[in-house]
């Protein structure tokens, strides 16, 4: 059994609507969404998706979202296999 890829998003406005941030990560399942208001910067938020073991997805998904825009934040991101705390 392979380790669970969780993608993290950075950037993300904080009080942004939970439905914005559904339809931006559409492919992962709104169940899989895990919000950190206070661990961005000011104004900012950290979204933890948790995808699977699927490599191949995790990355897809990491390519679509970087460097986007939303509300004027560029998002960042990057993936891991540790959970957060």
């Given at each position: 059994m392979g380790a669970t890829w969780r993608l993290i998003v950075g950037g993300v406005p904080?009080?942004?609507d939970r439905q914005e941030l559904e339809a931006l990560l559409?492919?992962?399942?709104?169940a899989r969404l895990d919000v950190h208001e206070s661990a961005g910067g000011?104004?900012?938020s950290v979204v933890?998706?948790?995808?699977?073991t699927d490599l191949r997805l995790a990355e897809r998904?990491?390519?679509r979202v970087g460097g986007r825009s939303i509300q004027g934040h560029r998002?960042?991101?990057?993936l891991s296999r540790r959970p957060l705390h």
């Amino acid at each position: 059994m392979g380790a669970t890829w969780r993608l993290i998003v950075g950037g993300v406005p904080s009080g942004l609507d939970r439905q914005e941030l559904e339809a931006l990560l559409a492919p992962c399942g709104a169940a899989r969404l895990d919000v950190h208001e206070s661990a961005g910067g000011p104004g900012e938020s950290v979204v933890v998706v948790r995808i699977g073991t699927d490599l191949r997805l995790a990355e897809r998904l990491r390519q679509r979202v970087g460097g986007r825009s939303i509300q004027g934040h560029r998002l960042w991101t990057w993936l891991s296999r540790r959970p957060l705390h």
